[in-house]
């Protein structure tokens, strides 16, 4: 499948609109993302190992802000055989259908609910892994820990929340550092300062990263009493918590 290069803020703009995951960025999400979050692929492809260890057979697997289906995918090529469903969910339908190309190019054996709806409003029930691939942070800061405690109580014994997030720093010189490090990062995959500018104006009032420490005693507070930091580069970070 082609993957359109992301151009959204490589003209200047007078006045830079909130970001939305319109069928704009839908188009361009894949390069996007790959020139944007440090580790991405490792991460979808760890989600995937992650998913081998710990599904069991006749359980649900829910992505939570799937957006073009990366987590799903890779969850869905190693548990072949396992009787078991994902809920992919995401509320921007111009992902959604992008999503569902991206699944029918593809035969599995794991059927998979594609949801256009609000996380917020799932269900979760006999759960063996939930994925909040970078997603959390888009959620109004006073949903989150409703939405943690939902997953963590939809999870079966064992289960598995993997939790992928931009995270900010109570250190001021750490967090200069390491944004300027992830800065870089996006110039020598090819944005321009122009660029890096209006999408930073566009994700503003949009996405409220929170700090390790808040994401760890929110886990905590959800009853969450084994989770780890298994990835971090630069002010990206993966998590994953067992039940």
């Known amino acids: 499948m082609t993957v359109s290069q992301d151009t959204i803020y490589a003209q200047a703009s007078e006045q830079i609109s909130d970001f939305q995951f319109d069928n704009r960025v839908a188009g361009v999400f894949s390069d996007m993302i790959r020139r944007s979050v440090p580790g991405y692929t490792q991460i979808i492809n760890t989600i995937g190992d992650l998913a081998d260890r710990f599904v069991i057979p006749n359980t649900q697997i829910y992505d939570l802000g799937c957006s073009l289906g990366a987590a799903t995918l890779s969850i869905r090529r190693q548990i072949q055989g396992r009787q078991c469903r994902i809920i992919a969910v995401d509320n921007s339908e111009s ?16 059927e998979v ?8 409003d799932i269900d979760i029930q006999n759960a063996s892994l939930v994925v909040l691939n970078f997603t959390l942070q888009f959620l109004p800061p ?30 001021a010189p750490i967090q200069k550092l390491l944004e300027e490090q ?31 420490p808040l994401h760890q005693q929110r886990l905590t507070d959800q009853g969450f009493s084994h989770f780890s930091l298994w990835f971090q580069c630069f002010n990206f970070a993966s998590m994953v918590a067992i039940k």
């Open 95 to 110: 992902m959604v259908a992008r999503c569902q190309e991206n699944l029918n190019a593809y035969v599995s054996d794991t």
């Open 113 to 120: 609910d594609l949801v256009c709806g609000d996380i917020r």
């Open 142 to 171: 006073e949903d989150r820990e409703t939405l943690i405690a939902k997953i963590y109580q939809g999870l079966n014994p064992g289960g598995i929340l993997v939790l992928s997030e931009k995270i900010r720093f109570e250190d």
């Open 182 to 212: 992830h800065l870089d990062f996006k110039r020598a995959n090819g944005y321009s300062e122009l660029e890096i500018s209006q999408k930073r104006s566009a994700l503003e009032n949009v996405m409220k990263p929170d700090t390790l």
